[in-house]
């Protein structure tokens, strides 16, 4: 069944057409212009009605895919995922409408920008405001933008192979040390548990970081400059709302986390796509007042921003009275060579905001994200927190992970993992030089719970390799999702979820897909 979509209104708007392709069609699921359970053209058939390669055609829908909105049932068809978008947009819509009386995005300062400057005084308006009049709309979150990711392995067989990330290795976790610590969280130890603690979370925590980082980092934080979120999303969309006027430009890299992209547009912001090398990011004097980097392991690619680059992004950030922010996603675990030093060690103007989170070193459930801030935006995030998170959630696992960082039981942990994930690193790097060399070649690193490696041969094959994969009960995650501008074609290939058998299995099946490319042809 061909469908009707407000195509061209995105075409204006997105450069390139199958980034138009995919906003449109995303944006027909969230407002329910394609309820649950719709099936969807063909990539054939879509490539012909928006006079797109087959390839860009799969390219769409892979992305849309990977979001949760629509599923891929084997030998039936392309289906969008429910009516639970649909649900939530008009929910959003009557949030929206109601709250708007009371307080509008721009009232409630969460619309200011810059940064250490102007941007800041704006963004330090926000400081004077009580919380008890935050009324403030879905939208200024970005509404229909910011939804809930839909896990591709929550309804897969449990003979699925996938190398998409899976979450953390559990079964390896210190569970007798962190029933402890959490039983001491909950008792006299850990203060009344009718205590509440102040929007930028619990002190103890916030002291354990800042020692934590003291060590690892090299960052001389101060418990007073951190600020705890509800995982380092939040922390990313609420810095966002801060730091960015609606049709200000943001740099990001490309590729990079589409959650920053998300944040920004959400935001009303402009993405500035910023161009990648094999050494990180290229410095340009751009003209902005924002910029999202991830230097110590690029995402998704790996590369490390060598020292020279790291200066001129702090030279440009004083040139510009801008705010860097620094995610350091995954840096806990690195396998050989010496700890990179991370930008916040070297900034010296207050210039970038160091964004880090538990979820990828402890467990996924356990949502504490954290920024360590220039003086002057302390306040102002507190402040913004405060309207969105009064009361901080999680308070007994604050003070849980606080004392399992007192006592030595994180340090162990990490430890324990990396000598694990570093071994399943080099078993898997090994399987794809020797039975898939001839399709991928991985970029080289030291570190990080994923492997970034280009595709070697066209991208039609790339994408009839991705749906002959799936059929053979074996996945991996397009790094296309992560581009803003086209690319070459490129997996990436999560494996701390998976010992050396499961490794076999999934590179078995991929062999086997790649023959079912072959044959067909």
């Known amino acids: 069944m061909d469908i009707t979509l407000a195509y061209d209104q995105y075409l204006a708007v997105h450069r390139y057409k199958y980034l138009a392709l995919y906003h449109a069609l995303r944006a027909a699921i969230l407002e329910g212009t394609l309820p649950g359970g719709t099936r969807l053209p063909s990539t054939r058939r879509l490539a012909v009605l928006y006079d797109l390669s087959r390839g860009s055609a799969s390219q769409v829908y892979d992305m849309l895919l990977a979001d949760g ?11 969008v995922s429910d009516d639970s978008f649909a649900a939530s947009s008009a929910e959003d819509k009557t949030t929206g409408s109601a709250a708007k009386e009371a ?3 721009d009232e409630a300062g969460l619309n200011a920008g810059g940064s250490n400057g102007a941007g800041v005084h704006k963004a330090a308006e926000v400081s004077g405001m009580n919380s008890q009049y935050a009324a403030i709309p879905l939208s200024a979150w970005g509404g229909r933008l910011i939804k809930r990711q839909v896990s591709l392995y929550n309804n897969t067989p449990e003979d699925f192979v996938s190398f998409r990330s899976s979450g953390v290795l559990m079964e390896h976790f210190p569970y007798a040390e962190w029933r402890s610590a959490l039983s001491y969280a909950g008792g006299k130890g850990g203060g009344r548990l009718e205590n509440v603690c102040p929007p930028q979370g619990d002190v103890g925590l916030r002291q354990a970081i800042a020692a934590h980082l003291r060590i ?9 400059h951190i600020v705890l979120f509800s995982g380092s999303m939040q922390g990313i969309v609420l810095l966002t709302q801060l730091l960015l006027e609606a049709g200000s430009p943001a740099v990001v890299e490309d590729p990079g986390f589409h959650g920053i992209r998300r944040a920004i547009e959400a935001t009303g912001g402009r993405l500035l796509a910023g161009k990648l090398d ?11 007042r924002l910029l999202f980097v991830t230097p ?43 700890p990179i030093e991370p930008l916040k060690a070297l900034d010296r103007g207050e210039r970038v905001v160091y964004m880090g989170s538990f979820s990828n070193s402890m ?12 003086s002057s935006l302390v306040q102002p995030a507190i402040a913004a927190k405060a309207l969105y998170e009064p009361l901080p ?24 993992m990396t000598r694990l994930y570093g071994a399943r690193s080099r078993s898997f790097r090994t399987l794809l030089a020797e039975r898939l060399g001839g399709l991928f070649t991985p970029l080289p690193g030291d570190a990080g719970l994923h492997i970034y490696a280009r595709w070697l041969r066209s991208s039609a094959e790339f994408a009839a390799f991705q749906a002959a994969s799936r059929r053979r009960g074996t996945d991996f995650r397009d790094a296309a999702l992560y581009r803003i ?18 490794q076999e299995e999934g590179v078995t099946r991929l062999l086997l897909a790649w023959k079912d490319v072959q044959n067909a042809t």
């Not at 690892?216 to 007073?224: K, L, S």
């Not at 003070?399 to 162990?412: E, H, I, K």
């Not at 501008?485 to 499961?502: I, K, M, R, V, Y």
């Open 69 to 79: 909105y629509i599923k891929a049932k084997i030998g039936q068809g392309t289906f």
């Open 103 to 105: 307080a509008s995005p």
């Open 216 to 224: 690892t980092r090299g960052i001389h934080a101060e418990a007073e």
């Open 278 to 288: 094999s050494s990180g990011l290229q410095v340009e004097d751009w003209e902005a």
């Open 296 to 338: 110590s392991r690029q995402f998704p690619t790996g590369a490390v921003l060598p020292l020279e680059r790291r200066r001129a992004l702090l030279e440009w950030a004083q040139r510009h009275d801008a705010v860097i922010v620094e995610d350091d996603y995954d840096s806990e675990f690195r396998w050989t060579g010496r």
């Open 363 to 374: 467990f996924r459930g356990l949502r504490i994200g954290f920024a360590v801030l220039p």
């Open 393 to 416: 959630a999680g308070l007994q696992e604050q003070r849980a992970l606080a004392r399992f960082m007192n006592t030595g039981g994180y340090s162990r942990h990490l430890r324990r």
């Open 485 to 502: 501008t086209p690319g070459e074609p490129a997996a990436c290939f999560s494996f701390s979820h998976l010992d050396e058998n499961a």
